[in-house]
């Protein structure tokens, strides 16, 4: 069973950078496309971006611009490059398949605070 596993959250000032982490495992490669999705206090998880095994992006309009979507099919890695953080990119960031599967990872933690 493919499983995902995130990190690089953390706390950050407005203005800083993230980068997040998403290793993939259960497989021995990743033939999908691959997303990442932000789910913020009281809201409903939604896309920031994907990206296809070629590299081919996708963002979504509020956060384009600011992030970048990335990704090492050797590693079975997908990264999202945070820059400029605002407050409102506080939430938890999760990574999967596009669409989605039903199995989400734990995410990982993204708080834009001073």
């Known amino acids: 069973q493919v499983q995902v596993v995130e990190s690089g959250g953390g706390l950050v000032q407005p203005g800083g950078s993230l980068r997040l982490s998403c290793v993939v495992s259960?497989?021995?490669?990743?033939?999908?496309?691959m997303a990442w999705y932000l789910q913020a206090p009281g809201k409903q998880r939604e896309l920031v971006a994907r990206?296809?095994?070629?590299?081919?992006?996708y963002y979504a309009d509020f956060k384009k611009g600011r992030f970048t979507i990335s990704r090492d099919n050797g590693k079975k890695t997908i990264y999202l490059q945070m820059n400029s953080v605002e407050p409102e990119d506080t939430a938890v960031y999760y990574c999967?398949?596009?669409?989605?599967?039903?199995?989400w990872g734990r995410g990982t933690q993204v708080t834009v605070s001073s």
């Open positions: 259960g497989s021995d490669s990743i033939p999908w496309i």
């Open positions: 990206i296809n095994p070629f590299g081919n992006t």
């Open positions: 999967n398949k596009f669409p989605p599967t039903a199995s």
